[in-house]
């Protein structure tokens, strides 16, 4: 299964920059959710919009995700809604045992 689920932004940072850090602390992955423990490796983005700076932490999956599905861009925090919206599922909800009988 193919799709791009990217979104277009009009908006333009003035500055964009990826690491892959191991936590020293527990972080918590803007996309799905889960806590990056520490000692994990995690895609840590750091920029300024308008002037003001902000990080955004993101476990590897979601990463890896974000990379293979959406290389043109998504809302960050947005990824799990695009996703569903592009392929029918959402990656981070666990299956029900009653799902798997189906």
């Known amino acids: 299964m193919m799709c791009d689920c990217s979104i277009e932004s009009g908006d333009e940072c003035q500055f964009y920059q990826v690491t892959h850090p191991k936590a020293r602390k527990l972080h918590r992955c803007v996309e ?13 983005m750091v920029m300024i919009w308008d002037g003001i700076w902000d990080h955004f932490n993101t476990c590897l999956v979601c990463a890896q995700i974000r990379n293979d599905y959406c290389p043109h861009g998504v809302e960050i925090g947005g990824l799990r809604e695009q996703i569903a919206d592009c392929m029918g599922f959402d990656y981070a909800r666990p299956i029900d045992d009653e799902d798997e009988d189906e």
């Open 32 to 44: 799905c959710g889960e806590i990056i423990q520490s000692g994990q490796k995690y895609e840590r």
